[in-house]
């Protein structure tokens, strides 16, 4: 059987999430913050899914980056190609 997972937030963790769900300038914040909230006040992630429009596979993925990073973690990563770690010595 799986491992069942505990979508408990502190009541500091919530305060920082309603913030980033009104005010933060990137909407895939906002909407990320207002599902992980959703989680932490004991909604379902079947339920948080259903409202959001989006697959539970994302909301357990969202739960994750928060976990690990907060709510930067629920910003999208940078496009395109990452930088060279060669520097100039070595490409000549």
Do not use: C
């Not at 491992?3 to 913030?19: I, N, V, W």
């Not at 992980?36 to 969202?62: C, D, F, T």
């Not at 980056?65 to 973690?73: F, L, M, N, P, R």
């Amino acid at each position: 059987m799986p491992k069942q997972l505990k979508f408990q937030l502190t009541a500091d963790e919530l305060a920082e999430l309603g913030k980033a769900s009104k005010h933060d300038k990137r909407p895939e914040v906002r909407q990320r913050a207002t599902a992980i909230r959703l989680l932490g006040l004991g909604e379902k992630p079947v339920q948080v899914a259903k409202v959001m429009s989006v697959s539970k596979v994302s909301i357990y993925k969202w739960w994750q980056h928060y976990q690990s990073k907060g709510v930067e973690g629920l910003a999208n990563l940078p496009k395109g190609r990452p930088e060279t770690k060669a520097n100039a010595a070595y490409l000549h």
